[in-house]
């Protein structure tokens, strides 16, 4: 996480844990104490991430998931949606460009199917939102320079099964799940592109933004999905683990 420049802006840090209802009452509280009751902007910015083969995912796991990426942002859109509403307020949801509907790449179905509904979420935001004049943007977030793998200890939750299936091309799923295989672009630039175009007189429904999140955006919207498809069994491996299976599995 990048330090705040506190000499440049007047800034107050609030603990909050987006999982805890007690915890994000008391931050809108705090906030509406400092800004009179109004607030112009809420990101909800929270994530985790995933990676497993299907069949080999945890579901303790995946409820967390889900818990954080999209459950939390109904908690926290409902408990400031007051301050939001009283100045005619944003919202910007990073649903990542892993909500989108091409973003089904093999052992991120966890990941990127709890990002799509929290796509979706935002989408409809926006429509209900908006009688009461506050506004929403979904941002699909390419890679970035974070510590979210490292966070989420990569190397030891997101490391292929020993019984798994997908052990023939172990190689492979271990740089999907491991997430060597994202390029990632520098935060400061991307924050800095992020909140002009965020802030900007005229308002985007959408904003994507960050590493391959161009690319992405074709595969999303002009790419045929046999194209897509495609592409995804090669760099996963799952033509080779067809090709490696004995004949009387396949």
Not at 42 to 62: A, H, K, W
Not at 92 to 117: E, M, R, T, V
Not at 154 to 178: F, G, W
């Amino acid at each position: 996480m990048h330090k705040l420049e506190v000499m440049k802006y007047k800034s107050h840090v609030l603990q909050l844990d987006v999982n805890s209802g007690p915890s994000i009452a008391t931050a809108a509280e705090a906030v509406f104490a400092l800004t009179n009751g109004k607030l112009d902007f809420l990101v909800n910015n929270s994530g985790v991430s995933y990676y497993t083969p299907i069949l080999d995912t945890e579901i303790e796991r995946e409820s967390a998931t889900f818990e954080t990426n999209v459950v939390s942002w109904v908690a926290m859109v409902k408990a400031f949606f007051p301050l939001l509403r009283a100045a005619k307020g944003s919202i910007l949801n990073n649903a990542s460009s892993g909500g989108c509907d091409a973003s089904y790449l093999p052992f991120g179905g966890i990941s990127n199917s709890s990002k799509s509904s929290a796509a979706k979420l935002s989408q409809t935001m926006r429509l209900e939102f908006a009688p009461f004049d506050v506004k929403v943007i979904t941002l699909y977030a390419g890679g970035l320079e974070t510590n979210i793998w490292n966070n989420m200890g990569a190397t030891e939750v997101n490391t292929l099964r020993k019984d798994s299936l997908y052990q023939p091309i172990k190689t492979e799923a271990t740089n999907i799940m491991s997430g060597d295989f994202i390029k990632n672009s520098a935060v400061g630039p991307w924050a800095e592109d992020v909140v002009a175009k965020a802030t900007s007189r005229n308002q985007p429904i959408e904003i994507w933004n960050g590493a391959m999140s161009s690319t992405i955006w074709r595969l999303n919207f002009l790419a045929p999905r046999w194209l897509v498809d495609m592409a995804f069994n090669d760099q996963c491996g799952l033509k080779k683990l067809r090709q490696r299976l004995p004949p009387e599995t396949q």
